[in-house]
């Protein structure tokens, strides 16, 4: 009897073991399809908002272009949207899951046209002098290793080789990059790439610098016979008033007169970076986009959406 009773109380123990692990296996599941859902539902906000915000943006651009005249940063497109609650927007319905959601919208507009376009430096097959003598005073005035310039404009010239018919690819020919962050196909090192992201660019056709948007540095690369200290200065005059035309700004640095009759330069501009990013709850989502707007017609010809980076250690939040 206390045999059978020992191996009673064996299976009974054996049944709640069986019971419990099956509950939990089921609890987890459950656990892990709200999860999946929550994810989902995040993840469809997230775009909505973006492109409602990205449409804002375009609509903006839009607006500034019925003006005409010169671009500058002292214009609505070039003042960054601060991070806003957009809780209230997202339902109407306040016994919803979503009722008690912290969502938050930022974002900005700059100004591609500020930077040195990587598409300058190919004209008609070949390498453009001024371009690539602006990229060189670029990558001296950075301290980087001028072999790396060297590398880029040699493979950049074989990325945009055309084929004659029936001529069969180069298996090594390099693949041309669709942005900056992409430069390492072509053989810059990774720090080259991270110290010329704020003053370069990759736009789908060739474009002069505007010298209302553009950085110090990026003016003195620009702009042959002009020093840093001259450049420095036209950043400094144009917070005051910006370049009405190039004539103004001729008027106090010369040297940009013979840049501007080479058609490197101007005060206007028709690519933009248009940069959005929502959090909600925990989950954060950044999307970069690039316009193009020819009068009054603004389209989008470039999207990229994903996760927002971690912050680095030590960082500030």
Known sequence: ?????????????????????????????QWRSVEIEAAERIR????WLLTGAL??????LREDARSGGADHLAEPWALPLQEARLSSFLSKDDSSADADRDAFLSGQISDLQGR???SNLIENGKLSAPAAQAFSR???????????????????????????????????TPLMPRSVDQLGWLGLSTQTVAALKPYITLLPERTPINLNTASAEVIHASVPGLDMADATRLVAA?????FATLADAGRLAPAVNDAAASNQLAVATRFF??????????????????????????RTISRQR????????????
């Open 44 to 47: 469809v906000q997230s775009a």
């Open 306 to 317: 994903g996760p927002a980076p971690a912050p680095a250690v030590g960082a500030p939040g």
């Open 55 to 60: 449409d804002w943006a375009r609509l903006i």
């Open 138 to 172: 670029l990558f001296a005035q950075l301290e980087l290793p001028a072999p790396e310039l060297s590398t880029l404009t040699n493979q950049l010239l074989a990325a945009q080789t055309v084929l004659k018919p029936g001529e069969n690819p180069d298996p090594l």
């Open 116 to 118: 040195l376009n990587l």
């Open 238 to 242: 144009r917070e005051a008033a910006h």
């Open 273 to 298: 970076e248009v940069r959005g990013r929502v959090r909600l709850d925990q989950s954060v989502v950044e999307e970069m986009s690039v316009v193009q707007r020819d009068g009054l017609n603004v």
């Open 1 to 29: 009897m206390k045999r059978q009773s020992g191996a009673a109380l064996l299976a009974a123990m054996l049944t709640v073991t069986l019971v419990a692990t099956l509950a939990t296996a089921a609890l987890w599941q």
